[in-house]
């Protein structure tokens, strides 16, 4: 079975500048990629959009309303600082101490959070129970497809509640149910009898035929869980983070992570080989990682996005992949077949794709669980 976990996207942007970063009033110059003003002092409204603020010591600052679109702040002390209403579009946060800072009302599409202390932030939409692991920027549904590819359901990241469209069956959800951290991804059975839900804190909920194999909730992680991945047996599931950690349970074979690298952009979902025996892990830039015996067939690493990817879908044979932008923008690798897209149509709320049953076609779905058709 060809079942994809199309996780919330949590983008980032990796500019090349040196780690050499200030500490007090001013931020130095990332060379081109700068735009702002990167000697003024800290205050409301002040614009450092891409500028390096590295290590900068910004405790208590007043940046409500501040333009740090692109900025990269990694190792930077954030800590009660006042960010309400800034734009931190794609800033580069990775390490970064935000204990206390308040985001209310910020823009954090595409912002990495990898391995930043996330303390008692209160997040753009008012919530602050999240712990110390950074939760993604920008939660989207959750979209799992049936064995048949005819049905899937979506899951919503803030209750658990699972809603099943076409020949996918509802088994019963988290909703009204207490949770630790918020649902961060599902998988079905191979059969279409039931499905896995996972929190960003590694926990992980079954339902119908669905087997519990173990979880990595209350467990320290480095960075939170982005997805889960049926074994194709469904005797077994992997969890990634969005640092690119696997974790492997029941028969699931543990072929490698990305865990201890520096990524450009955090990982956003992963995908199983048809014999289990390897996967792909899949970042919101598009890089493809490939672990045990899946191949790697190409990548969008290397090029500018107008939108992050929010996942992935092998090929039926596991010859070639499908990416999904959140614009709904599709590219095919391999011999996956490129049969259209939403690119370009104005939509901006995709949250992943899953193939037609002969492979020659797929459906991207929107937030809502509208699914977009395209080729057989």
Known sequence: MRLRIVASAVAALALAV????????SATQAGAAATGDCFAPPSPGVNWSGCNLAYANLYGANLTNANLDGAYLTYANLADANLFGANLTYAY????????????????????LSSANCSSVTWPDG???????????ARGALLAADDQDTGYWVADPDNGAVTNYGTAEDF????????????????????????WEVGEDGGVFSFGDAAFYGSMGGQALNAPIVGIESTPDGKGYWLVASDGGVFAFGDAQFSGSTGSLILNQPVVGMASTPDGHGYWLVATDGGIFAFGDASFYGSTGNLTLNQPVVGMTPAPDGQGYWLVAQDGGVFSFGDAGFYGSLGGSGVDDVIGMFPAADGHGYSVVEQDGKANAFGS
């Open 172 to 195: 019963g959800s988290m909703a009204n149910q207490p949770l630790a951290a918020p649902i961060d991804g599902i998988d079905g059975t191979p059969d279409s009898k039931g499905y």
């Open 93 to 112: 946060l990775r390490s970064a101490n935000l204990y206390g800072t308040d985001l209310t009302g910020a823009n954090l599409t595409g912002a990495n």
């Open 127 to 137: 919530t602050s129970d999240h712990g110390r692991t950074c939760p993604p920027t």
């Open 18 to 25: 040196s780690a050499v970063g200030v500490i007090g009033a």
